[in-house]
């Protein structure tokens, strides 16, 4: 994360923002399970299969449709010139964000979910680097241990403030989540709008960071 301008950041953080109110939300729909944390879902299969429960199908099946939401958002947007990669891979994210809205307000809730599960499996294809993930914006688990080897070397007498830019893209997450919770709380199935319509203000976002050529590797 380090390595990107301050404006990729900024968009890095706000996705991590989205992931979580997507998250928060398709939490309190499917009732306990997750749409973007799959270490959660793995655990929930794990214990379903123990205990012969029906909710390791419905995480088995949450985790099948995340990875097919990273392949579908990775050969898409692999398939444009590199400066268009980023926009591209949002257009796959808020195309499927807008049809888990749509799903949800003709009724189809398990059709909601599962176009929730792919969109956050899309994100995950927004910040490559030279083939790899290079800003997980759906999972937290790697920026807390990047975070803490940071505030290690602070502690050790580094000057550099390196461990902030992964506190805030921790905060994004937490406070989209709350976000997405009260959302979901107070509107219900609106709530889903709201995130379609700020994956879209985040489409335009990118474009405007990444109209100039990326270099090469980077996308």
Do not use: Q
């Amino acid at each position: 994360m380090l390595r990107y301008e301050r404006d990729k950041r900024v968009l890095a953080m706000g996705y991590a923002a989205l992931a979580g109110a997507v998250d928060a939300i398709g939490f309190l729909k499917s009732g306990g399970l997750f749409v973007s944390f799959m270490t959660g879902n793995s655990t929930r299969l794990a214990v379903g299969l123990a205990e012969t429960a029906p909710v390791g199908a419905a995480a088995a099946a949450l985790i099948a449709l995340f990875v097919t939401g990273v392949i579908l958002s990775v050969v898409i947007s692999e398939s444009v010139i590199a400066r268009y990669r980023k926009v591209t891979a949002t257009l796959v994210v808020a195309t499927v964000l807008i049809a888990a809205a749509a799903a949800d307000s003709f009724g189809s809730d398990r059709l909601a979910i599962a176009c929730l599960c792919i969109a956050m499996g899309a994100a995950n294809a927004i910040f490559r680097r030279d083939g790899e993930v290079s800003i997980g914006v759906t999972y937290m688990t790697g920026t807390l241990v990047k975070l803490g080897h940071r505030l290690a070397d602070a502690l050790r007498g580094s000057h550099e403030a390196s461990w902030l830019p992964y506190l805030l893209l921790w905060l994004s997450l937490v406070a989209g989540g709350i976000t997405g919770a009260l959302g979901f709380v107070l509107a219900a199935n609106a709530s889903l709008w709201g995130t379609a319509i700020a994956s879209m203000s985040l489409v335009i976002a990118t474009w405007w960071v990444t109209r100039e050529r990326e270099p090469p590797g980077i996308s």
